[in-house]
């Protein structure tokens, strides 16, 4: 078989790092891809969002299947489109995609068909939303419709810092249409969890359970990034209880959806927050996260091509999924600076000796290659390095410790992933 990948970052390296070890597939396209995808695939320099020059490459290059990393292309339409063109394609299609595309679909949809969320309304005008923010008890929650780079979302202490931010976000468009409309809800209390599953549309297979860091420093301090690490499992649900959160947070959702008309294909990830009345959805995604997946694919013994492949082909029958028991760490390295402004272009050492160390992987998620065929650094995120281990405490030492091998100018990374895991006190072995 032949595979096209779309995407550039730590998410598309783990899923080209699964896809290559298929016996099924005998080359493997990344587009655009990044310096440790070009490893093991070949990339090819077409945008994620250049829906058109994708399915140009895909049809002259008698491509069998593409997967889809990010979710731009897929709020776009680019499944849509393959499938119009006979073409074999993996994720939601634009309709079902409309899940992540906008928070007011979303909540409206979870409203609808009985998801515990937030409670919430939406506007349109910034005096209406003034006026509802004064009545508020805070902390309250805005957040943008559309799609702004995982930046949307601002938790907000005080009226005032309410009234700011629907100024920020309705006139002065700091998100552009994203902020056309925004939600505004009530703030939930507990701890984030992420749990994804494949869906055919009607069967829901649910991947392993993991937990992201989106604050850039220790302790969840600082602003929001895409996710500063990830572990997996997290033993904020047991490994048999997964069936009974994927009942109450996305069954009813995907049910939904089908009723109305709506197949949702591909991989749903269901962002919880574990409060004391149980799971609420704080948001959907339509793809796989981004350092989950990092954390998570490291962990899943069965070939994922033919998981892939049937969920395209909208019959994912009876498949199960069999998970290694020991945990992953995934450490984000960010270039300094990170989230906001920072410098491109530093050269990073020690990778090659890492490459065939056991039970570690170096994701790369922004780096690109120098003249010398050195790595540099070339993003926010540059890697994601994971390891394996008896639990997270034994996964937590690998990833550190190779952590401690790499170097590049300015980069930063949270000291404290995997740490709630240790702190909940539990066995952590799943
Ligand atoms: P979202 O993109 O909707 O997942 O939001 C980004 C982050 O904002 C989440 O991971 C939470 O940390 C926080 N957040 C979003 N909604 C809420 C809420 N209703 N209550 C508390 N925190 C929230
Ligand atoms: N880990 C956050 C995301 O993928 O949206």
Redesign the pocket.
């Known amino acids: 078989m032949k595979i096209l990948i779309v995407g550039s970052g730590g998410r598309e390296h783990a899923v080209t790092w699964k896809v290559v070890k298929s016996p099924l597939v005998q080359k493997t396209f990344v587009a655009p891809g990044n310096a440790g995808i070009a490893d093991l695939a070949e990339c090819v320099d077409i945008k994620p969002d250049d829906i058109e020059g994708l399915l140009a490459f895909a049809r002259r290059e008698h491509i069998d299947l593409t997967i889809v990393g990010p979710e731009s292309p897929l709020v776009a339409g680019i499944v849509d489109r393959f499938r119009s063109e006979g073409l074999k394609i993996f994720g939601p299609e634009k309709a079902a995609a409309e899940l992540e595309g906008s928070k007011v679909f979303s909540k409206s949809i979870m409203k609808k068909f009985g998801v515990p969320t937030a409670e919430y309304r939406v506007f349109e005008s910034v005096n209406d939303a003034k006026q509802y923010i004064v009545e508020c008890e805070p902390p309250i929650v805005v957040k943008a419709d559309g799609l702004a780079a995982?930046k949307g979302v601002l938790v907000c202490g005080s009226a005032e810092e309410g009234v700011c931010a629907v100024n920020d976000l309705i006139e002065q468009r700091i998100f552009g249409e994203a902020g056309k409309r925004v939600v505004i809800e009530q703030h939930l209390r507990g701890e984030e969890l992420?749990i994804l599953a494949f869906t055919d549309g009607k069967q829901i297979l649910p991947l392993a359970s993991a937990q992201?860091h989106k604050r850039v420093f220790d302790d969840d301090r600082g602003p929001n990034t895409?996710?500063m690490g990830a572990y997996s499992p997290c033993p904020l649900v047991h490994e048999n209880q997964i069936g009974t959160v994927v009942e109450k947070t996305i069954r009813p959702v995907i049910d939904g959806l089908r009723r109305e008309g709506i197949l949702y294909t591909g991989v749903i990830y269901a962002g919880l927050m574990m409060t004391e009345k149980g799971p609420f959805v704080l948001e959907y995604?339509c793809r796989f996260?981004?350092?989950?997946t990092q954390a998570i694919l490291p962990r899943l013994k069965d070939d994922i091509v033919p998981v892939f492949l049937q969920v395209a082909e909208k019959d994912l029958g009876q498949r199960t999924l069999e998970w290694d028991s020991r945990a992953c760490v995934s450490v984000v390295m960010a270039s300094g600076g990170y989230p906001g402004a920072y410098k491109k272009g530093f050269i990073i050492k020690g990778l090659d000796e890492l490459k065939h160390k056991r039970d570690v992987i170096v994701f790369h998620a922004g780096t690109s290659r120098g003249a010398e065929r050195q790595y540099l650094t070339d993003g926010g995120r540059v890697l994601a390095v994971s390891a394996l281990g008896a639990d997270v405490r034994e996964a937590r030492e690998r990833a550190y410790q190779t952590v401690d091998i790499i170097f590049f100018r300015e980069a930063h990374y949270r000291k404290d992933i995997g740490l709630k895991a240790l702190k909940q006190g539990e066995a952590v072995r799943p």
């Open positions: 995982g992420s992201d895409g996710g995604n996260g981004d350092p989950e």
